[in-house]
Every structure is written in structure tokens, then in C-alpha cells.
């Protein structure tokens, strides 16, 4: 009876100290994220200058469907998703399965060049690229020198261009990130499916379809749906090498946002409304790669 | 490996860690040019980098920017890791039905941009300045609240958690110390390198973060260096060589702690996704 107690005491005692570990973080989590999303909401129900908003019912969605500016930077995000993505992910993984072969010399040095521009600042190396891309430019100059190209290209004020230019830029800061992901999973896989496959006759190609991307699918799904979460928010590129521009051609979701609400005349609620887009578009973007990584399992 | 599969594994590498690298190569060796000479593509190093210090010196206000952001980094990178960590241990090692279902939901924060939250943030600091100056809008704490606290780094300590020696803390409670002193003097010193690992991706994240500075931070004398580096970008006519030195100088301090904590930074973004 006594030790019954005393054991309900310890308990209960325990289930306050085991709270109260974790009740600061909780509530600033709740405070700065939830909270907001949730005033978000009712801001994108509003409308007004500044902060004087007032309820408007469906107004700023009916306006999000026929605003051209805000259909341009959908379809530029949704380029930038369904190109880039791609061609990251499988660069990723090829340069991995390189790196994964034993055999290999200067692995080292391979992994933490390829791994270098992750850690730059965002706005450091966009800075970079622009002068990089800028019409004297050294990518420029470097290519009508191999006589590649025979009048420079117009790499920040055409507007394909300069999509391919920020394309070019998000790849190459992040596709070393995505390939340490990918190489530390390979380093789980069993050397000896290799070895049976190499036995069955299986070429190169035929193991990295057949064998490595089945394996490191779960690995595949998490860089695929980061890689979508972060394309769809993207912002300080296009803000520090194009501006946006040529026109809005290159302009995202993200800064867009922005622009509503601290460059043009600002309008909090329906600069909410189009955040609940990027919201509802990570949300569909998300289920879709689930769905994807699914069926395949099957 | 055949000879043929081997020169083309090399060949790309080589080529993938020339590309990776170029970009940098440029930035240092052009913060040694004059202005000029960067644009022609000059592509050896020059002996102007002191010259370029002394004019971006006169133009921008480097130092205080630089110190801003250190001020704003190591601040979030500690109460980062208390709050974290403290929170990791406690969903694990106090487990319960209430309590995993507040961790879920503490992770669906992730999912939520940060455009959605800019907007709304913007207008409770600029409540918050009616009332409490301090800490409002074009704060260093301003800054720091919303970005101090992430489900990843909760979720981070959590994961290294499961590792962690449970007998240990058994013996500590038998001993006689308090939660809070075994979670201090037996859990954090055994975690030095989660702790290490966390560390480095929050002080990063938190140097180079630039569009909610850009919101919140308005008197040029709060500026951090992402937002002095963006302004520099902006110009009609930039002075090469200067910018690329202001450049460096802001990627050094983060390209040192990677140099020095490569294997623990590797270790802590691949602990995300085990």
C-alpha cells in the first residue's frame, strides 16, 4: 500500500519534471509558428493598407486566381521545381555511387569539394553568381574563349536565361548536400547484391536502376520532398541575382510575398493569402512524392 | 574496376570538383584584383587585396555588421542547444502517449514556410514595440526569438538520445541528483559531439539567414552581414575586387568552423535523417 503510493507519487512527479523539459521549447514553437499560421489565416480573410485590415470575406482568393503577377511566379516556381529537382537528384546520386567504389583514390578530397558550397550563405554565393553570369562576366568570357559561343549570352536579362542561370546557381550549392545523404546510405547497403548482380551479368547502368536507387528510396523520398519544400520557398537567390527580373520573369512565390508586403503599397492580407498558396502547394507537392515512392513499392 | 570505367569515374569527379570549386577560386584570387582586372577575367592572384580592405573599410560598415551577426549567432546557438536539447532528452527519456503526440506535432512545423510566417511575425513584433521597445522590431532579439527554437534541432537531440546509456542515469538517480543535475552534469558532457554537430548547423543557419533580418532589422547600424553583402550586390557600378573581399570576409568565419568541424557537421546532417 505504502510502496503503491509512494510509486503513484514518483510518477507524477516524474510526468511534471518530464514536461517541464520540454515545455520552453513547446511553447515558443507554438508561439512563432503555429500561432502565426494561424493569424495568417484570418489575414488572408482581410484586406487594407499596413495594419489597418479589415474582414472581406473570399475577396483575396477570388483576386489570387486572376492576379498575372502571382500566376508568373507559380509557373517560374513550378519550372524552377520540375527542372531542377530532377536533374539535382540524379546528379547527386550518380556522383554518390562514384564516390561509393572502393576502389576509388582521393575520395576525401572528391566528397568535400563536391560538399564545399553548402556552406556558403546564400546571399554570399548569389552575389558570386551574378558577377559570374553578368554579361562580362567570366562564364561569358570563359565560353567565347573555347569559342563556344560567339557573342555573349544575356544570362540576367533574358528571360529564359536567367531561368537557366538560377538554375545553374541552385545546383550547384545543392546538389553535395543531397550526395552525402546518398553516400552514407550506400555505405549500408550489402556489398554482396552488387557482387550477385555483377555474377547475373548486370551492366553499370543496370545496377544503379535495378539496385541502388530501389535501395536508397526512403533516402530518395526525404532529399526529393526537402528539395521541393526549399524550391518552393525560394527567395534569396532570385532577390540577389535578378531581382526578380527580366520583368518577372524569374520572380518566385516567396519573394513576391515579399514584395506585397514591404516594397509595394503593403497589403498583409492578401500578401497572406498568397503565403497559403506556397502552404497548400507544399501540402500537394508532398502527397504526390509520397504517393509516387508508394506505388512503386508494390 | 576497368580501366575505361576508371579514367571515366575520375574524369567526372574531376570535372564535378572543378566546378564545385571554381566559384570560390574566383572570389578569392578577384579580392586580390583591382576592380578592372576582375572584369577582363583576370584569373592569378594580384597584390591589391589591402587596397580593397581599405576601400570597403571607408565605404560600408563592415565591422560593426560582422559584429552584429556574431552577436546574433553565438546568442542563437546557445539558447539553440538549451532549449533543444533539454526538450530531446525530455521527450525521450520521460516518454509518454500526450507527450509523443506533441512531438508530432511539434514536427509539423517543418512543413511551414517561412514566407507564411513573415507576414504575421512582422506585425506581432510590431505590436510587441508598442509596448516593450526592447525587444520589438529592429531588435537583435527581434531576430533571434523566432529562429531560436526548431522542431529539427528538438527532433536532432531526440534521435542521438536513443543512444544514450539509460543505466547511467539510473546510477544518478541512485546517487541521489536531481533530474535537472543529472540532464547537466552526466547527459551534456557525454553529448559533447551531438552537441558539437548541432552547434555548427545552428550558428550557420543563423549567420547566413537573410530574409527575416531583411524584414525585422531597419537602421543601417543593425545590418548583419548577409544584408550589407546584399546591398553591395545591388550596386549599379560595383567595385569588383572590393565586393569580393567584403565576400570573403563574410564566408571565412563559417568555411573556418566547417574546415575544423567537418566530420561532426557530415555526422549531424546525416543524425536528421537516421
Not at chain 2, 570505367?5 to 566559384?23: D, E, G, H, N, Q
Not at chain 2, 559533447?192 to 548547423?201: C, E, G, V
Not at chain 2, 550557420?204 to 552581414?225: D, F, H, K
Amino acid at each position: 500500500m505504502q510502496t503503491a503510493k509512494s510509486g503513484r507519487k514518483l510518477r507524477a512527479k516524474n510526468a511534471v519534471i518530464g514536461w517541464s523539459f520540454v515545455l520552453v521549447a513547446a511553447v515558443l514553437i507554438c508561439l512563432f509558428y503555429f500561432y502565426p499560421m494561424i493569424q495568417a489565416l484570418i489575414m488572408s480573410f482581410q484586406t487594407g493598407s499596413g495594419a489597418n485590415l479589415t474582414f472581406t470575406g473570399f475577396d483575396n482568393y477570388v483576386r489570387l486566381f486572376k492576379d498575372p503577377t502571382f500566376l508568373t511566379t507559380v509557373k517560374n516556381t513550378v519550372i524552377y521545381l520540375i527542372i531542377q529537382v530532377p536533374i539535382m537528384i540524379l546528379l547527386a546520386l550518380f556522383l554518390s555511387v562514384l564516390l561509393n567504389n572502393k576502389s576509388l583514390k582521393l575520395k576525401g578530397f572528391f566528397r568535400t569539394a563536391i560538399f564545399l558550397p553548402c556552406v556558403t550563405s546564400l546571399v554570399a554565393y548569389s552575389v558570386i553568381f551574378k558577377y559570374l553570369f553578368g554579361q562580362d562576366g567570366i562564364v561569358n568570357i570563359m565560353l567565347m574563349k573555347v569559342s563556344l559561343i560567339s557573342e555573349p549570352i544575356q544570362w540576367l536579362t533574358d528571360p529564359f536565361w536567367a531561368k537557366v542561370a538560377i538554375i545553374i546557381a541552385i545546383t550547384w550549392r545543392w546538389t553535395g548536400y543531397n550526395m552525402i545523404f546518398y553516400l552514407s546510405a550506400l555505405q549500408n547497403v550489402d556489398e554482396s547484391i552488387y557482387e550477385a548482380a555483377k555474377i547475373d551479368g548486370a551492366s553499370s547502368v543496370q545496377q544503379f536502376f535495378k539496385i541502388t536507387i530501389p535501395m536508397l528510396k526512403p533516402i530518395i523520398l526525404f532529399t526529393s520532398i526537402t528539395s521541393t519544400i526549399g524550391t518552393l520557398q525560394l527567395f534569396d537567390e532570385v532577390m540577389n541575382i535578378t531581382k526578380g527580373g527580366p520583368g518577372n520573369a524569374t520572380m518566385t512565390i516567396s519573394q513576391y510575398i515579399y514584395n506585397l508586403s514591404f516594397k509595394y503599397t503593403p497589403d498583409f492580407g492578401y500578401a497572406a493569402t498568397v503565403s497559403y498558396a506556397i502552404v497548400i502547394m507544399i501540402v500537394i507537392f508532398s502527397i504526390i512524392q509520397f504517393k509516387v515512392a508508394g506505388d512503386k513499392n508494390e | 574496376m576497368s580501366n575505361l570505367k576508371r579514367i571515366f569515374s575520375y574524369t567526372v569527379l574531376i570535372i564535378a570538383s572543378i566546378v564545385s570549386i571554381f566559384p570560390f577560386l574566383w572570389m578569392i584570387v578577384s579580392s586580390t584584383n583591382k576592380s578592372v582586372e576582375v572584369t577582363k577575367g583576370k584569373l592569378l592572384p594580384g597584390s591589391h587585396f589591402i587596397e580593397n580592405l581599405h576601400n570597403l573599410l571607408d565605404t560600408v560598415d563592415l565591422v560593426p555588421a560582422l559584429m552584429n551577426s556574431a552577436k546574433i549567432s553565438i546568442t542563437t546557438t546557445i539558447l539553440g542547444m538549451l532549449i533543444a536539447s533539454l526538450a530531446g532528452y525530455g521527450f525521450e527519456i520521460f516518454k509518454s502517449k500526450s507527450k509523443d503526440f506533441l512531438f508530432n506535432f511539434l514536427l509539423l512545423s517543418m512543413m511551414i514556410p517561412f514566407a507564411a510566417l513573415m507576414v504575421p511575425l512582422f506585425r506581432m513584433f510590431g505590436n510587441i514595440s508598442q509596448n516593450m521597445p526592447m525587444i520589438g522590431i529592429d531588435t537583435m532579439s527581434a531576430v533571434i526569438l523566432p529562429t531560436v527554437t526548431t522542431a529539427f534541432l528538438i527532433f536532432f537531440f531526440r534521435q542521438s538520445t536513443k543512444m544514450f546509456p539509460k543505466e547511467i542515469l539510473e546510477a544518478g538517480r541512485i546517487d541521489g541528483l536531481s533530474e535537472l543535475g543529472i540532464f547537466l552534469r552526466i547527459y551534456v558532457p557525454t553529448m559533447k559531439t551531438t552537441y558539437a554537430a548541432a552547434a555548427i548547423i545552428t550558428f550557420m543557419a543563423s549567420w547566413n539567414s537573410y530574409l527575416w533580418p531583411l524584414v525585422i532589422l531597419q537602421s543601417p547600424e543593425n545590418q548583419t552581414i548577409p544584408l550589407l553583402i546584399s546591398n553591395l550586390g545591388s550596386s549599379y557600378s560595383p567595385d569588383f575586387g572590393m565586393n569580393m573581399t567584403a565576400i570573403v570576409i563574410a564566408t571565412l568565419p563559417v568555411a573556418l568552423i566547417f574546415f575544423i568541424m567537418q566530420k561532426h557537421f557530415v555526422a549531424g546532417m546525416m543524425g536528421s535523417v537516421k
